[in-house]
């Protein structure tokens, strides 16, 4: 009888950042902000990045501080879910 290796599943990463855009139907545009040190100068840079996550009851809106994680892929772009949102934003639309 043979077994099956598998590979170790790796941690889900979870990232947190301000919802930027909710217009699409079950998807959020997130923006994540995250401090890099340059390599040679040693300035700390702001290094911004978005990225598009699912919303399935659609209960996030632009402002809000949410958290997602990693996912399986859904489509060409979303690789992330909404976990839950940590903050209700201020930013009117």
Request: overall charge positive; charged content about 35%; proline content about 5%.
């Amino acid at each position: 009888m043979e077994t099956e290796s598998r590979k170790p599943r790796r941690p889900r990463q979870h990232l947190t950042g301000v919802v930027t855009s909710a217009k699409m139907q079950k998807t959020i545009v997130v923006r994540v902000t995250r401090l890099v040190r340059h390599p040679q100068y040693q300035r700390v840079i702001r290094v911004t990045k978005k990225f598009y996550a699912h919303d399935e009851e659609g209960s996030a809106r632009p402002g809000d501080t949410v958290r997602i994680v990693e996912t399986r892929p859904m489509s060409k772009l979303k690789r992330w879910r909404l976990d839950e949102v940590v903050a209700r934003g201020t930013i009117a639309t």
